[in-house]
């Protein structure tokens, strides 16, 4: 079946280090691809998104790119801030006319100062 | 644009009452509206989904007859946890989504506590 998979976490980082965070999907067809944000105690908040092969999602320092043919949507931002810290959700769909998301685990970034 | 709003926050309950979380769109109508519920550190768990006008679709495993939902209008869904458990005790996550589109925009939660 369809399925999205992350990178299992905690992820800690020294301010202004770099950041990846792997994610891959499997996909009978192309879905639309997502991450988003979840602050402590709130809601999700979408990050970015690409919805075609090679689209660059980008925001806030953060981007991912649509990579078919590895299967991937990797995040990745440059020079991480403390306020950065949060879970992180990878995220497709379309895979379905339900518009069913389908999402990773959660990848939970803690940022030192 | 694409606000989504839910109501209450935070809810504490005795066991055995019937509790309502409100999920509304603000600024747009949502042709479909989507429950998850989240554990402590875990990811969303998809309860449910409904169009406005008929009946919800409820995930495996998922009782209908515990978490009701209605989507009375194309603004406003609402989910009851009827006759809770200390084990209902979550985090309730709506989204919606507009049209053709296959994107949903979350609210920002309501925890919920039986005690």
């Known amino acids: 079946g369809n399925s999205v998979t992350q990178m299992e976490g905690p992820v800690t980082l020294s301010e202004e280090a770099f950041l990846t965070i792997n994610c891959t999907y499997t996909a009978t067809g192309y879905p639309s691809l997502f991450w988003y944000v979840q602050y402590p105690g709130e809601g999700l908040q979408l990050l970015l998104k690409a919805t075609k092969a090679d689209d660059k999602g980008s925001n806030k320092g953060f981007e991912a790119t649509y990579r078919k043919e590895t299967t991937s949507f990797h995040l990745e931002k440059g020079s991480v801030q403390v306020s950065d810290s949060a879970v992180y959700f990878c995220?497709?769909?379309?895979?379905?006319?339900?518009?069913?998301?389908?999402f990773g685990s959660g990848t939970r970034l803690s940022i030192r100062p | 644009g694409a606000v989504v709003s839910q109501h209450p926050s935070r809810v504490i309950c005795k066991s055995g009452t019937s509790v309502k979380i409100e999920c509304r769109s603000l600024d747009f109508q949502a042709t479909t509206m989507f429950w998850y519920r989240q554990f402590p550190k875990q990811s969303l768990m998809l309860m449910a989904t409904s169009n406005e006008g008929s009946k919800a679709t409820y995930e495996q495993g998922v009782e209908k007859d515990k978490f009701l939902i209605n989507h009375a209008s194309l603004t406003l869904s609402t989910l009851t946890v009827t006759s809770a458990h200390p084990e209902d005790s979550s985090f309730y996550i709506c989204s919606a989504s507009k049209g053709d589109s296959y994107e949903q925009y979350f609210g920002p939660g309501t925890r919920l506590t039986v005690t």
């Open positions: 995220a497709g769909s379309g895979y379905s006319s339900a518009s069913k998301i389908i």
